[in-house]
């Protein structure tokens, strides 16, 4: 029996218990096949409302974990502090969006005409709403957000004038911060806008940042790489990913399709990972998307997070500047030695994962379909052959398996993207998905003000202390 249960059964009755904590575990859902997002939302937000409260009320006192000192010294692995709704991770199966595994998103989630793989669109959808949407109610979210892409004058200008050498990253983030000018959100809570209004603004903004977010990016890409040539303008008949990869300047179908895999399967990876967790916590001051959002990007941009895919590429091409593009097995092992001599492997472990990334699995498997032949494919398949056993023979990495950044960048480089620099934006523009859908949440079940307990080394150790002493007992009262 878990510590949850256990401590559940000596504070309710059992038939109580077992019929409201099934009542609980009914998820909420809407009734209708309307399109309008924030509509759908309006029914549902009341329904988890309550679901939440009547958990909460039920179950305050109830023990989930306890916290060892390891934990708190070895950056709060393991505690379980947060609630995030929208996906979970599994350390051996990987991450689930709303229930969804990755195979089942690329099988059920709409597409678009001619495409093969899931509109990110529709994985917006599922994890706001839990629901899988319908091809309309894609559309409907197409269409919202490709009437609210413009980017305001002073935003472009500032991205015109940063220098070539500010990395798109650090652009990105400076971007989307000034951006902040328009938030509904912040306005509405300087007109003292009632507490239970919040999450409707908080939408409002999470709709325009994902909206505007490949333009920035675009404008950054062009601005360093593309001698500032213009992104042109958004169609309003085509998807998210397909203006995003035009205003790029790629137009190859399958380079779209990638596009839209990319963005889908980077969005979200439940709520305790450095960009998720980052907004989560800024969000929960009540600055708005915006400033939350920025903030996750900052964290993104750190080379254990989301710059690792940048760092997988720039490591596997010195690897064929010094090996050559047809390297024996032995050859790459001693290259891999080489590396852990000064620095990790770029691309594999993970601190929750326990096994192969499934969002490695499936663009390994786009690669096997559409580009079995190249060679920087062929090199990473390798490289998933020779690393683990490396790994593992160390002793102390926990997950010797590749994570999502091992195969990202290869993929893009194959289609001719090959500014290395440039590949952790396109993860932060699919990561706004995941951390504004949780927002939109966090806001409309009052999750309060972020703020854990802090201990200095002393105060540990004399807590510790305290707790080693043996007890008094009855006699000392004598
Ligand atoms: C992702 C990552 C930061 C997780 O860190 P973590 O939870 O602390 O991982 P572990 O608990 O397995 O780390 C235990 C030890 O193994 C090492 N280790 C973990 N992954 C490693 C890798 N890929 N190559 C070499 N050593 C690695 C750690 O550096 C640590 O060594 P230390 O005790 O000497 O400091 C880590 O695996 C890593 O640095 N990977 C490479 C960067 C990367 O791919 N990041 C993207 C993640 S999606």
Redesign the pocket.
């Known amino acids: 029996m878990s510590v949850v249960s256990r401590s559940v059964s000596r504070l309710v009755p059992s038939t109580i218990r077992t019929n409201s904590i099934v009542a609980l575990q009914q998820k909420c859902y809407a009734s209708t096949q309307k399109t309008d997002l924030k509509e759908v939302l309006r029914e549902l937000v009341p329904k988890e409302q309550k679901r939440v409260a009547e958990f909460k009320a039920q179950n305050k006192d109830v023990s989930i974990g306890q916290v060892t000192v390891d934990m708190v010294y070895g ?1 709060m ?1 393991g505690i379980k502090g947060l609630v995030y709704e929208t996906s979970v991770l599994d350390p051996n199966e990987g991450i689930r969006f709303r229930g969804k595994t990755i195979t089942e998103c690329q099988a059920e989630l709409p597409k678009a005409k001619g495409g093969e793989e899931p509109l990110p669109e529709g994985l917006f959808w599922l994890l706001v709403t839990s629901q899988v949407p319908t091809q309309e109610q894609v559309e409907w979210v197409t269409r919202e957000w490709n009437k609210r892409a413009a980017i305001p004058q002073h935003v472009v200008t500032m991205l015109n004038n940063f220098p070539a050498q500010l990395h798109p990253m650090s652009q990105l983030s400076a971007a989307i911060t000034v951006l902040n000018l328009g938030s509904k959100f912040a306005k509405a809570y300087s007109d003292s806008v009632p507490k239970s209004k919040y999450w409707e603004y908080i939408y409002e903004d999470s709709m325009d940042v994902i909206a505007k977010l490949p333009t920035i990016a675009a404008i950054i890409y062009r601005n360093l790489y593309r001698n500032g040539t213009a992104v042109g303008a958004i169609d309003s008949e085509k998807d998210w990913s397909w203006n995003f990869a035009t205003m790029l300047g790629y137009d190859n179908k399958q380079f779209v399709d990638l596009l839209r895999l990319y963005l889908t399967i980077h969005s979200d990876h439940e709520g305790g990972n450095v960009s998720a967790h980052t907004s989560h916590l800024v969000g929960s001051a009540l600055s708005d998307p915006y400033l939350s959002l920025a903030a996750a990007m900052n964290g993104l941009a750190g ?3 989301g710059l ?1 895919n940048q ?1 997988v590429l720039i490591w596997i091409t010195k690897l064929v500047e010094k090996i050559g593009d047809s390297p024996t097995d032995d050859q790459i092992k001693q290259y891999v030695q080489d590396t ?1 001599k000064t620095s ?8 929750v994962l326990r096994k192969t990334d499934p969002r490695y699995t499936c663009q390994r498997e786009f690669a096997l379909k559409h580009l079995p032949n190249d060679k920087l494919f062929k090199i990473v398949s390798q490289l998933y052959t020779v690393v683990p056993k490396m ?1 593992g023979e ?1 002793g ?4 010797p398996w590749p ?4 195969h990202s960048g290869v993929l893009l480089q194959h289609y001719g993207m090959k500014e290395m620099n440039f590949y952790t934006v396109l993860f932060g523009v699919s990561r706004a998905l995941g951390v504004l859908s949780q927002m939109i949440w966090s806001r409309a079940l009052g999750f309060p003000l972020e703020r854990p307990k802090s201990l200095s080394t002393d105060g540990l150790i004399a807590f510790v202390a305290a707790q080693k002493k043996p007890a008094t007992g009855a006699g000392t009262k004598a």
């Open positions: 950056g692995r080379p254990l997070h690792a760092e852990l990790v492997v770029p691309g594999y472990g993970h601190a790994l160390l102390k990495v926990k997950n994570n999502v950044d091992a």
